[in-house]
T-cell receptor, first 113, second 113 residues
């Protein structure tokens, strides 16, 4: 069964304390892996798409990496405004529902000043 | 500004009543999706549509119905048959089914008592 697992469920950091969020997946064929940011009571905001192992993408203090089994979202010197829930989703390349996303449960990040 | 709008932001209904959630996009996207988000769970796909007058059931379609009469609009009806309708509902769109990025609306929080 296709599955996406995110860890930790919650992460508390001090401002400036770098860390990483993990997204591990078990699918037979990966078409793409996506990271979203979601603020409370709002819709997810698209951050990154990763297509193949070894790929990396950066945006401000965020850097996403991909291996054959997992993805990491590295947060460098976070600020309080980085506090949000970060969602990981995968898209498979087989079956009748190609294009549909399988989401993890998210990691809730809190950054204290 | 191009984007996805959902209305209303908050919706309250009595048990046994049907309710329709609105989703409109002006991104000229062909594909549209409805997700449900519950605390502690990942987003789950309810219905999706790749073109006007065509839609398919997602993972949790029971108790829901949709229509796609216009490219821009994809309303979701939560029927009285849905046993646990209280949730946060998210609409998304992508350029076409199978394209990589899905963009989300702001969501509608439905409370049924």
């Amino acid at each position: 069964e296709d599955q996406v697992t995110q860890s930790p469920e919650a992460l508390r950091l001090q401002e400036g304390e770098s860390s990483s969020l993990n997204c591990s997946y078990t699918v037979s064929g990966l078409r793409g892996l996506f990271w979203y940011r979601q603020d409370p009571g709002k819709g997810p905001e698209f951050l990154f798409t990763l297509y193949s192992a070894g790929e990396e993408k950066e945006k401000e203090r965020l850097k996403a990496t991909l291996t054959k089994k997992e993805s990491f979202l590295h947060i460098t010197a976070p600020k309080p405004e980085d506090s949000a829930t970060y969602l990981c989703a995968v898209q498979v390349n087989y079956g009748g529902s190609q294009g549909n996303l399988i989401f993890g449960k998210g990691t809730k990040l809190s950054v204290k000043p | 500004d191009g984007g996805i709008t959902q209305s209303p932001k908050y919706l309250f209904r009595k048990e046994g009543q049907n309710v329709t959630l609105s989703c409109e996009q002006n991104l000229n996207h062909d594909a549209m999706y409805w997700y449900r988000q519950d605390p502690g769970q990942g987003l789950r796909l309810i219905y999706y549509s790749q073109i006007v007058n065509d839609f398919q059931k997602g993972d949790i379609a029971e108790g829901y119905s949709v229509s796609r009469e216009k490219k821009e609009s994809f309303p979701l009806t939560v029927t009285s048959a849905q046993k646990n309708p209280t949730a946060f509902y998210l609409c998304a769109s992508s350029t076409h089914l199978g394209s990589y990025e899905q963009y989300f609306g702001p969501g509608t929080r439905l409370t049924v008592t």
